[in-house]
């Protein structure tokens, strides 16, 4: 803004600016919030992961077999949401045997490094988006580990 005299003018009336502090205060708030609500709402799915919080924005979903730890990671900032696939731990190749078992169905766009692929969303606010991507991630390590196991 080249002249902030009418935007500090305005910020003096009727209580303006600690609204704006506030607002900020909200907006920065909101990567925390996001990352509750979706790690509820994989909860509220009844799935049968570990789910947990790294950070306040970034929780991990974990699916263990006996040989491997299938992870997924989501982490929330005001820009987006970054989602993450990798193995944890174990044999690190089984995170391509994921990607063949769910064929077209493989939720994640992007090779991240040697085994990890990673999605990203450009808008925390798109909850159609992120809600399809977290069904559509949950439904294809389902059937990876069942699957895997042979059942």
């Known amino acids: 803004m080249d002249n902030l005299d009418l935007f500090v003018s305005e910020l003096l009336r009727n209580n303006n600016l600690e609204n704006l502090k506030n607002s900020i205060k909200a907006y920065n708030q909101l990567p925390e919030y996001f990352a509750k609500k979706y790690k509820s709402y994989i909860e509220a799915k009844g799935v049968k992961y570990d789910l947990w919080f790294w950070k306040p924005h970034y929780f991990g979903l974990n699916a263990k077999?006996?040989?491997?730890?299938?992870?997924?990671?989501?982490?929330?900032?005001?820009?987006?949401?970054?989602?993450?696939?990798?193995?944890?731990?174990?044999?690190?190749?089984?995170?391509?045997?994921?990607?063949?078992?769910?064929?077209?169905?493989?939720?994640?766009?992007?090779?991240?490094?040697?085994?990890?692929?990673?999605?990203?969303?450009?808008?925390?606010?798109?909850?159609?988006?992120?809600?399809?991507?977290?069904?559509?991630?949950?439904?294809?390590?389902?059937?990876?580990?069942?699957?895997?196991?042979?059942?």
């Open 65 to 151: 077999t006996k040989h491997f730890t299938l992870s997924v990671d989501f982490e929330f900032s005001i820009n987006g949401l970054l989602i993450i696939a990798f193995i944890r731990s174990g044999d690190k190749s089984q995170i391509e045997n994921y990607k063949n078992i769910s064929g077209d169905r493989f939720p994640f766009v992007e090779k991240r490094k040697e085994n990890s692929y990673r999605l990203k969303i450009d808008s925390v606010f798109d909850q159609e988006l992120i809600e399809e991507k977290i069904n559509l991630i949950i439904e294809t390590i389902d059937n990876f580990i069942r699957q895997w196991h042979g059942t």
